[in-house]
């Protein structure tokens, strides 16, 4: 198979920016026509970062990356729409010239001129224009507001036609980006029909996207991009996994970081150098309305939780899969014994709903005594929620109620699932058809 | 097979050959934006007349009952006079207004598309050439108000003089495009150089009233030539007499096309990050 596209260790730096040195670079620019060669590394910022990528004629290359890593750069570069810093792109055939749908629609005219004026600007002669337009308004399913302004038309109509007109233009590379995120249900299964007829026809397809089934479904190739390198390069379903994971790292991260510093900010500030000290309860009693609360952290003092953590089979983590076990523990700590006491759990859904609620006194334990550090763990051996962001209430209080250490909405954890089923708990469940009813499993993902 | 690397750099010759196979792109533009332009308005095209004529009706107050000591004796009538300088200036200083402004305003197309940047203000100067040629059956119904006898060998001299503005404006239109992209203080500072510009070319006033020593000034001022050549054309009787600064001026505006082309050229590539 030859090859469409062939990018050569291609790098390319942006200006960082700042005003001091724009009379330097544009009078640099004056004389040598470029402006990103000669900054100096503190003022660059690099966009694609030596990425070589060969694809063939007549595939379905999928990129994927988080936003700002690079994906748009590239595909700049390959249309030319800008020149790499180093290294070079080879283009085999003619390329759709827009990165971005509808890009070149002016509001104030209607669809019909906008058809002819995107048309002529993606290299079509009139003639060919007119030979097509039945077909482009009838593709972008327009016909009843075709002579209408475009800025009168929603975001969706208005993607619509500029797909319509890039697909209809028929260039032997398309360039889609995230084209499939806002047509509706039909629409988006028609463009998938259209990317099918294109790759028939030996065409090959450069397919920008967030909708990562999409990828491993459709993509012959697939390259991840983060902070302009390329990370994963291959079997798209392999790019994607390894996307996915990275992903969740990042979140597991970002959330332990949360939950930290959530629980820092609720420490007081008097005290002294002992870590034990420092982490006390800020308020003595709850705030008015315990129900309306949010996030804070308050009760006297005499029991302390002193570290949370969460856990799934494999060690600490805030990420669980629907129907992981997940164990919550707490250290605790007491200056002196106590023997009136009572350990709480609540888990909340994002609206604030309360998913489950218990403590030991509801369980009908009876304290007895406790004294110094010790450890509290609560097993929940399938952890049946839905996919959401839940936040975790942890008590300890009296058996009247008065709070020890009261921590509300202070811990953060995230369910996943490959089902997308809704709800606030998900009961253990299997369907069950008679012999009539047949149903085949879905490829997806 | 195209290359896209850092030494593909294309010379201005077939960057101009280029433009030629684009004009089908420039006539839809053009069309697209005086289309635009009054979409929306009552009057519609009817603007193209009725704008120059109030602008002329203004200075014509302005000239007659404000400042009736301002204008020349043989100035009669100064409405005629006044609006052989004031249509092409029109023409003129929104055409450069407009294309300095021309990238910046179409920073979605340069960013997203790929597309030959120089249609934008070239489109601009184009456009505003149209309004100037809608506005000219109003100067002809003046002409046959004041029953003005018209020399046909002088006609012959108006296309020309038309050409010669079209060169200079898109040549200083290239120019100023490609500028403003990196000194976005043009747009803000062009305004004011062109009011300044305005009253420094006799439209307003005639030629003759012009001082000795600010004559020679004035030679450099290429819109005088233009402005003169037109109300020589026009306006004044007897032969136009301003022909071989008129090919002079024609000489120089290449020079300035080709120069507002080449630094457009130069600075192309910083477009699409720059805009």
Avoid at chain 1, 119 to 133: A, C, N, P, T
Avoid at chain 1, 212 to 233: H, I, K, N, P, S
Avoid at chain 1, 402 to 427: A, C, E, M, N, W
Wanted: proline share 4%; aromatic share 10%; charged share 20%.
């Amino acid at each position: 198979m030859s090859t469409a596209i062939e990018v050569q260790s291609v790098t390319k730096f942006y200006r960082r920016y700042s005003y001091r040195r724009q009379f330097a670079t544009l009078k640099s620019a004056l004389i040598s026509g470029s402006l990103a060669q000669d900054l100096k590394p503190e003022e660059r910022f690099t966009a694609v970062a030596d990425v070589s990528l060969r694809i063939p004629q007549g595939s379905v290359f999928g990129i994927i990356g988080r936003n700002g890593s690079g994906k748009s750069t590239l595909l700049k570069l390959i249309t030319g729409i800008t020149k790499p810093t180093s290294g070079e792109v080879l283009v085999n055939g003619r390329i759709s010239a827009l990165i971005e749908l509808g890009a070149g629609f002016h509001p104030e005219i209607s669809g019909r001129e906008n058809i002819f004026i995107n048309g002529i600007m993606l290299g079509l002669s009139k003639e060919e224009i007119l030979e097509r337009f039945d077909e482009i308004v009838e593709f972008a399913e327009l016909e009843a507001f075709i002579d209408a302004p475009v800025k009168t038309y929603s975001s969706g109509m208005y993607m619509r036609l500029g797909f319509a007109v890039a697909v209809h233009v028929d260039p032997d590379i398309l360039i889609v980006d995230e084209v499939l995120a806002v047509g509706d249900e039909g629409f988006s299964l028609k463009c998938l029909d259209k990317f099918a007829e294109f790759k028939r026809r030996g065409k090959t397809i450069l397919l920008v996207t967030h909708a990562l089934g999409t990828v491993q479904r459709f993509c012959d190739e697939a390259v991840w991009l983060d902070e302009g390198m390329v990370r994963g390069y291959g079997d798209p379903r392999r790019v994607v996994h390894m996307y996915l994971s990275d992903i969740a790292t990042a979140e597991e991260a970002l959330l332990s970081a949360e939950d930290k510093k959530k629980l820092e900010a609720t420490v007081t500030e008097e005290g002294s150098d002992d870590p034990a000290t420092t982490e006390a309860p800020t308020q003595e009693g709850p705030p008015a309305d315990m129900f309306r609360a949010s996030e804070g952290r308050w009760g006297s003092g005499d029991v302390r939780i002193v570290e949370v953590s969460l856990e799934n089979g494999d060690g600490p983590t805030h990420l669980f899969q629907s129907g992981d076990k997940m164990t919550v523990r707490m250290r605790v700590t007491t200056a002196q014994s106590v023997d009136d006491f009572v350990f709480g759990i609540s888990i909340f859904n994002a609206e604030g709903v309360c998913c489950y609620g218990t403590n030991t006194n509801l369980e009908k334990l009876i304290p007895i005594s406790m004294e110094g550090d010790g450890e509290v763990k609560l097993d929940i051996e399938s952890l049946d929620l839905v996919e959401g962001t839940y936040k975790l209430d942890l008590a300890v209080h009296s058996r009247e109620g008065r709070p020890y250490d009261y921590h509300r909405l202070l811990h953060t954890f995230r369910v996943k699932s490959q089902i997308k089923d809704v709800g606030i708990y998900r009961p253990r469940h299997d369907w069950g058809f008679s012999s009539n009813i047949r149903f085949k499993r879905s490829s997806d993902d | 097979m195209q290359v896209f690397g850092v030494e593909a750099h294309e010379e201005m010759l077939s960057s101009l050959r280029r433009l030629i196979r684009h004009r089908g792109l420039i006539q839809i533009l053009v069309v697209r934006e005086l289309k635009a332009r009054y979409r929306g308005s009552v009057l519609g095209y009817l603007w193209s007349f009725i704008n120059p004529l109030l602008l002329l009706i203004v200075y014509t107050i302005v000239f007659s009952v404000v400042l009736p000591g301002f204008r020349g004796i043989d100035l009669e009538p100064y409405a005629l006079f006044l609006f052989c300088g004031l249509l092409p200036w029109t023409w003129f200083s929104s055409a450069l207004l407009e294309s300095a402004n021309s990238l910046i305003a179409g920073g979605n197309l340069i960013k997203k598309v790929l597309f030959p940047a120089e249609i934008l203000p070239i489109v601009a100067v184009l456009s505003n050439m149209c309004h100037f040629f809608f506005a000219l059956p109003v100067l002809v119904l003046f002409l046959a108000f004041y029953a003005r006898p018209l020399n046909v060998t002088e006609l012959v001299w108006f296309p020309v003089v038309v050409l010669i503005q079209l060169i200079l404006t898109l040549g200083l239109g290239l120019l100023l495009s490609a500028l403003t992209v990196h000194f976005r203080d043009l747009r803000d500072l062009l305004g004011n150089l062109l009011t300044l510009w305005f009253f420094s070319t006799p439209i307003i006033y005639p030629m003759s009233m012009v001082p000795a020593g600010g004559k020679s000034v004035m030679d450099l001022n290429p819109f005088a030539h233009l402005a003169i050549s037109y109300q020589e054309i026009l306006f004044y009787e007897g032969p136009f007499g301003h022909w071989r600064w008129l090919l002079a001026l024609g000489v120089a505006s290449i020079a300035v096309f080709i120069l507002g082309f080449a630094l457009f050229d130069r600075l192309r590539d910083s477009f699409a990050e720059e805009v």
